[in-house]
């Protein structure tokens, strides 16, 4: 059999698609886009054949520097602040992808185009791909690093924690509502364009100044894949532009899907960069100096604004907003605060911050140390237990804040905070930009058109509602985060496993109640509520040096 070109093998592709003529194809998937059959071609051409043996190669590579790195003893030599992060970074990243891969058919449903097809369906065994590499690599991880704690119920965990709660959104985002909205534009023109050069680009180099660089192998195969699905959303896109009609949805949701993938994306990959590492140099880039590079530069400037030519009006303004929270409102130490205040329910060990780090963010965030440097020292202060609760329930002038909505980050940037009754019920956002998309873009009618394909922002979305009232001890137990005595918490608010004495218990947690602030919320009269928004706008949040 002669060896056909791959070009040829892939124009083979289309004559082989073909339509019922004697019925109308059902819809599984909806969409308010509409799309005509124009022959947008797929530019990469990639059939199975090729695809195999590059992803083949791509794997040996994987699984030989795994083996490389439990023979070279990689275990020892790892930063184990970096680490402990990783069980909540690899618990969270294998959903989103396997996400991506359930969001192909939606795709594949909504535009008519063979070639397009293709791409898709590569992309799809991509995504299942990298969800299994890194599972495998936790696995590894959970085998051999020091403390498997939480690494060992990384699963169950990312299900029922507050953090998991934010990931979940995220990746659902992928495969609810209109199916262009979700599966194109959410997840392909934004997140994988724009937010995967932090995610496996930054995330890599970090994880190599920390001594690990089996993470660095995993995601760097992952990135390199990343392409393909660059190409299939730009694709859809510009056939979606061809058509008028589809203009104001793009707009739409340009916004929804840049706001969004920026309060999540940014939240946790500037977390765990930032606060997850114990590279210290000076001539290290920041998180904000990387996003300004590579989201920044990179995406806005040379894949969004040339999208301006089509008459797409460009979000600029939402761009410039993450960017002042990012460097100026201090948003991914706002987020790394919240993580710490809340580690009794976390299923990872959070490191102190010390006088190198401290100089070294202040070098980089002017202003930090003001803001948080003594929180931080009340967190290294509180950091045993003996008469000292934690430090979520201390007297350390900090306000556990309430969460958004939409995105479900917490409502962090305080002055940004919005409250409206939505679906009957008192809700709280992080943004204008959150509030607008729970309450204008979500909605089966959006600007005089019927959009009944679009997703609703519903059920029990917040964690903290579902532990209202509960004592802190029995939060802990029915989470399930404590180790094998059946006591002692994952979660300590520093890395010392050698002293028994230094180590919390659901002991030190038991007769500490825990209140939803969204309940509370409901709870109050129009003037209480008004009171307290405005309060909670007006409260800086900041630790007293003198505490």
Same mark, same amino acid.
């Given at each position: 059999?002669?060896?056909?070109?791959?070009?040829?093998?892939?124009?083979?592709?289309?004559?082989?698609?073909?339509?019922?003529?004697?019925?109308?194809?059902?819809?599984?998937?909806?969409?308010?886009?509409?799309?005509?059959?124009?022959?947008?071609?797929?530019?990469?051409?990639?059939?199975?054949?090729?695809?195999?043996?590059? &992803?083949?190669?791509?794997? #040996?590579?994987? /699984?030989? =520097? +795994?083996?490389?790195?439990?023979?070279? !003893?990689?275990?020892?030599?790892?930063?184990?602040?970096?680490?402990?992060?990783?069980?909540?970074?690899?618990?969270?990243?294998?959903?989103?992808?396997?996400?991506?891969?359930?969001?192909?058919?939606?795709?594949?449903?909504?535009?008519?185009?063979?070639?397009?097809?293709?791409?898709?369906?590569?992309?799809?065994?991509?995504?299942?791909?990298?969800?299994?590499?890194?599972?495998?690599?936790?696995?590894?991880?959970?085998?051999?690093?020091?403390?498997?704690?939480?690494?060992?119920?990384?699963?169950?965990?990312?299900?029922?924690?507050?953090?998991?709660?934010?990931?979940?959104?995220?990746?659902?985002?992928?495969?609810?509502?209109?199916?262009?909205?979700?599966?194109?534009?959410?997840?392909?023109?934004?997140? &994988?364009?724009?937010?995967? #050069?932090?995610? /496996?680009? =930054? +995330?890599?180099?970090?994880?190599?100044? !920390?001594?690990?660089?089996?993470?660095?192998?995993?995601?760097?195969?992952?990135?390199?894949?990343?392409?393909?699905?660059?190409?299939?959303?730009?694709?859809?896109?510009?056939?979606?532009?061809?058509?008028?009609?589809?203009?104001?949805?793009?707009?739409?949701?340009?916004?929804?899907?840049?706001?969004?993938?920026?309060?999540?994306?940014?939240?946790?990959?500037?977390?765990?960069?930032?606060?997850?590492?114990?590279?210290?140099?000076?001539?290290?880039?920041?998180?904000?100096?990387?996003?300004?590079?590579?989201?920044?530069?990179?995406?806005?400037?040379?894949?969004?604004?040339?999208?301006?030519?089509?008459?797409?009006?460009?979000?600029?303004?939402?761009?410039?907003?993450?960017?002042?929270?990012?460097?100026?409102?201090?948003?991914?130490?706002?987020?790394?605060?919240?993580?710490?205040?809340?580690?009794?329910?976390?299923?990872?060990?959070?490191?102190?911050?010390?006088?190198?780090?401290?100089?070294?963010?202040?070098?980089?965030?002017?202003?930090?140390?003001?803001?948080?440097?003594?929180?931080?020292?009340?967190?290294?202060?509180?950091?045993?237990?003996?008469?000292?609760?934690?430090?979520?329930?201390?007297?350390?002038?900090?306000?556990?804040?309430?969460?958004?909505?939409?995105?479900?980050?917490?409502?962090?940037?305080?002055?940004?905070?919005?409250?409206?009754?939505?679906?009957?019920?008192?809700?709280?956002?992080?943004?204008?930009?959150?509030?607008?998309?729970?309450?204008?873009?979500?909605?089966?009618?959006?600007?005089?058109?019927?959009?009944?394909?679009?997703?609703?922002?519903?059920?029990?979305?917040?964690?903290?509602?579902?532990?209202?009232?509960?004592?802190?001890?029995?939060?802990?137990?029915?989470?399930?985060?404590?180790?094998?005595?059946?006591?002692?918490?994952?979660?300590?608010?520093?890395?010392?496993?050698?002293?028994?004495?230094?180590?919390?218990?659901?002991?030190?947690?038991?007769?500490?109640?825990?209140?939803?602030?969204?309940?509370?919320?409901?709870?109050?009269?129009?003037?209480?509520?008004?009171?307290?928004?405005?309060?909670?706008?007006?409260?800086?949040?900041?630790?007293?040096?003198?505490?």
């Amino acid at each position: 059999m002669s060896r056909q070109s791959l070009s040829k093998a892939h124009a083979k592709i289309t004559e082989l698609s073909w339509e019922p003529t004697f019925a109308t194809p059902a819809k599984k998937f909806g969409t308010d886009y509409t799309f005509d059959k124009s022959p947008k071609k797929d530019p990469l051409k990639q059939i199975l054949r090729s695809y195999f043996p590059m &992803e083949e190669e791509k794997d #040996n590579r994987v /699984f030989g =520097a +795994m083996d490389g790195a439990i023979r070279g !003893n990689m275990f020892r030599q790892v930063q184990e602040r970096w680490m402990e992060w990783q069980k909540l970074f690899l618990s969270i990243i294998p959903f989103p992808e396997i996400s991506a891969a359930r969001a192909m058919p939606l795709a594949i449903d909504a535009v008519p185009n063979p070639q397009i097809h293709n791409g898709l369906a590569v992309q799809m065994i991509d995504e299942v791909r990298h969800s299994t590499i890194q599972m495998n690599l936790k696995r590894l991880y959970m085998n051999h690093y020091i403390d498997p704690a939480g690494f060992d119920i990384s699963e169950k965990a990312f299900a029922n924690s507050y953090c998991g709660t934010i990931g979940r959104q995220f990746g659902e985002g992928f495969i609810t509502g209109d199916a262009i909205t979700a599966a194109n534009v959410y997840l392909t023109v934004v997140a &994988e364009t724009a937010f995967t #050069n932090t995610l /496996f680009v =930054a +995330m890599p180099s970090e994880a190599a100044a !920390n001594g690990d660089y089996l993470l660095p192998t995993v995601f760097h195969s992952v990135q390199s894949d990343e392409s393909r699905h660059i190409s299939n959303g730009y694709s859809i896109l510009l056939m979606a532009l061809a058509d008028e009609d589809n203009r104001q949805l793009l707009e739409r949701d340009l916004r929804y899907a840049w706001w969004n993938n920026h309060c999540v994306v940014d939240a946790a990959i500037g977390t765990f960069i930032e606060y997850g590492t114990k590279d210290r140099r000076k001539e290290r880039d920041s998180y904000a100096e990387m996003w300004r590079r590579w989201i920044y530069d990179d995406y806005y400037r040379s894949y969004l604004m040339p999208l301006e030519k089509y008459g797409l009006v460009i979000p600029h303004d939402l761009v410039e907003k993450a960017w002042d929270r990012i460097y100026n409102q201090h948003y991914v130490h706002r987020v790394a605060q919240f993580f710490a205040t809340g580690w009794p329910v976390n299923y990872w060990r959070i490191d102190p911050m010390t006088d190198v780090d401290f100089e070294w963010f202040e070098d980089k965030y002017p202003g930090w140390y003001d803001q948080f440097g003594a929180w931080w020292e009340a967190y290294n202060r509180l950091a045993y237990p003996g008469r000292n609760k934690p430090i979520a329930f201390e007297s350390v002038g900090y306000e556990y804040p309430c969460r958004c909505w939409t995105c479900m980050v917490p409502c962090l940037i305080r002055e940004d905070l919005v409250v409206d009754k939505v679906d009957g019920e008192w809700r709280s956002y992080c943004s204008e930009t959150c509030h607008w998309t729970d309450a204008v873009a979500f909605r089966p009618r959006y600007e005089g058109r019927d959009t009944p394909s679009m997703g609703r922002l519903t059920g029990k979305r917040e964690w903290e509602t579902l532990y209202d009232g509960w004592d802190l001890a029995d939060i802990v137990s029915d989470l399930g985060y404590v180790r094998d005595d059946g006591k002692t918490v994952v979660g300590q608010p520093h890395l010392h496993l050698d002293d028994p004495k230094k180590l919390w218990t659901t002991d030190d947690f038991r007769g500490i109640e825990f209140r939803s602030p969204k309940v509370l919320l409901n709870q109050m009269s129009d003037s209480e509520r008004e009171a307290w928004a405005a309060a909670y706008r007006a409260n800086p949040n900041r630790t007293p040096a003198t505490v």
